[in-house]
């Protein structure tokens, strides 16, 4: 059974930044897309940003774009998603996701769909004050 175990969340200024990272256990992390989502108070949960098993692809939502940059370090089983100049709007919990099997060919758009992912952590909470 896979468990992901996301960390780095916290309260942060607009304009700041926070690095969250999530730590996989219990499966082969090199062979899983991960995807980083989030879900503010009220709202559906959204996509944020994903990569592939080796972290040669990425795709990210329009929200993220320019200011996230989703990495992994498969020696570590981890995925990061260091955010910068951050928004009042950014403020969640933010998810990540393990997609396992990872389909054969990356496919952006698909990896934006949170039914493609197999396994979640609990989340971190966000909170960016103005």
């Known amino acids: 059974q896979v468990q992901l175990v996301e960390s780095g969340g916290g309260l942060v200024q607009a304009g700041g930044s926070l690095r969250l990272s999530c730590a996989a256990s219990g499966g082969t992390f090199s062979s899983f897309a991960m995807g980083w989502f989030r879900q503010a108070p009220g709202k559906e949960r959204e996509f944020v940003a994903a990569i592939s098993w080796s972290g040669d692809n990425v795709y990210y939502a329009d929200a993220g774009k320019g200011r996230f940059t989703i990495s992994r370090d498969n020696a570590r089983n981890t995925v990061y998603l260091p955010m910068n100049s951050l928004k009042p709007e950014d403020t969640a919990v933010y998810y990540c996701?393990?997609?396992?099997?990872?389909?054969?060919?990356?496919?952006?758009?698909?990896?934006?769909?949170?039914?493609?992912?197999?396994?979640w952590g609990k989340g971190t909470l966000v909170t960016v004050s103005s």
């Open positions: 996701a393990a997609d396992n099997p990872t389909p054969e060919f990356w496919n952006g758009p698909s990896m934006a769909v949170a039914d493609e992912y197999d396994y």
